[in-house]
């Protein structure tokens, strides 16, 4: 008998996928300019040139030096570039021993939940969340504990938060800039959220970790600051991706932070390195590993995103909807026109309009709309957006 569970995760694709797979179907049959695509969260701004250039250099060494297996936690010189970033940008006293590379965030977060978590205990997210973290958390036989969603402002029910800890919590994932609300959890946000979690573990009398999953730390507008965690919570782990600040989802790079200062460090660490082991995810990809060293201050450059985020937000709101105007990212999260946010998409749909309903993001009601896309795109689908508002607005759902 093969793994029941793992069957299930891999015969049904997840909501964004399918809408996806639609999307590509209805586009061979009207045309690619026809169909406002929203759905998949995929960069649309090319790599920074350094990468081009840092492949290139990397290209003229011998093969063995580009293509071979690296330490199981990643190339010295790799962590030690990344640790210098992070101490010169954040202030931070970060060595090469704190970095572990890995294939991306997915991998840094499953690696991270396995070595902290046994069977039976309990994670803490804030709607709205990342639908995967389900997924990698039941993975490792915890349960996921989801606060809901704090309106109008989507950052931290604090009060909630405290009365969902229990002795059982191990550990709390944040994500900000956040994906699917575009919102950055301000100073103040963290502040309070880890006064909380030093209270708690000192009450329980033992470390709960917080987890700080950070694709979209490079992707913010308008000066906003996004805090680094580290500097607030000593109990933290690093999730950083490099798939969308330097727009390379599909080389899968990424790392760790794991601070010298975190609770039971000794075990900690290794846990983290027999996690990689066992998920295979050792020796990030070698080529990868080197051109993000030779790039490690560098960003794709996002005003194309902000300029998307503000033609969108001013015509949406002119059009009438509801939505918050996103600090980071490149999601946004707009109020559906009726309850049923599945019903919701289903009439956008009449309108070639591919948005995802926000249920699986723990907070229904919403959908969200990814603007990585073309400018044409998001100029072009107003009208559809219209169209669909004067839609509700004639026939009262
Ligand atoms: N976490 C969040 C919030 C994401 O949005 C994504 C990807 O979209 C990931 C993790 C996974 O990113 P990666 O490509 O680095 O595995």
Redesign the pocket.
């Known amino acids: 008998m093969i793994s029941q569970e793992c069957y299930e995760l891999g015969s049904k694709s997840s909501v964004i996928r399918e809408i996806f797979s639609y999307g590509l179907k209805r586009k061979a049959e009207i045309g690619e300019d026809k169909v406002y695509d929203f759905s998949l969260?995929n960069p649309s701004i090319p790599a920074p040139e350094s990468v081009k250039k840092a492949i290139l250099e990397l290209m003229e060494l011998p093969p063995e030096k580009v293509h071979a297996y690296s330490p199981a936690p990643g190339d010295p010189k790799v962590r030690t570039a990344i640790a210098d970033s992070l101490n010169r940008r954040f202030g931070e006293s970060f060595r090469m021993e704190n970095i572990f590379m890995t294939?991306?965030?997915?991998?840094?977060?499953n690696i991270c939940l396995k070595a902290l978590l046994n069977a039976g205990e309990e994670v803490i997210t804030f709607a709205p969340f990342?639908p995967?973290y389900r997924v990698w958390v039941e993975g490792v036989g915890a349960t996921l504990n989801v606060i809901p969603a704090k309106l109008p402002d989507f950052q931290i029910d604090a009060a909630a938060f405290g009365q969902a800890i229990t002795p059982k919590t191990k550990v709390v994932i944040v994500?900000t800039p956040?994906?699917p609300s575009g919102v950055v959890y301000s100073e103040e946000t963290i502040k309070n959220l880890c006064t909380i979690l030093k209270k708690k573990s000192e009450e329980y009398g033992a470390p709960i970790y917080l987890i700080t999953?950070e694709?979209?730390r490079e992707i913010v507008y308008d000066d906003i600051k996004v805090p680094y965690l580290t500097k607030y919570y000593d109990n933290t782990l690093v999730?950083y991706?490099?798939?969308?600040s330097l727009s390379l989802?599909g080389e899968?790079i990424?790392y760790i932070v794991i601070p010298d200062r975190i609770a039971d460090h000794e075990h900690v660490a290794p846990a983290i390195a027999g996690a990689a082991r066992v998920l295979g995810f050792v020796c990030a990809p070698s080529l990868f590993q080197q051109v993000v060293a030779k790039c490690v201050d560098d960003t794709g450059d996002i005003s194309a995103y902000k300029k998307n985020r503000d033609i969108l937000v001013d015509g949406l709101n002119r059009i009438g909807y509801t939505c918050v105007k996103p600090q980071g990212?490149f999601y946004l999260f707009m109020k559906a026109l009726e309850e049923d946010a599945y019903a919701f998409c289903e009439r956008a749909k009449k309108f070639d309009l591919l948005l995802v309903p926000s249920d699986d993001f723990g907070c229904p009601g919403y959908v969200r709309i990814s603007y990585c896309v073309s400018e044409k795109t998001i100029v072009d689908s107003m009208p559809a957006f219209e169209k669909l508002m004067e839609e509700y607005r004639t026939n009262a759902v």
Not at 103 to 109: I, R, T
Not at 241 to 244: G, H, V
């Open positions: 969260g294939c991306g965030a997915a991998a840094s977060l990342f995967e994500n956040n994906n999953d694709p979209y999730c991706s490099y798939s969308k989802p899968r990424g990212a």
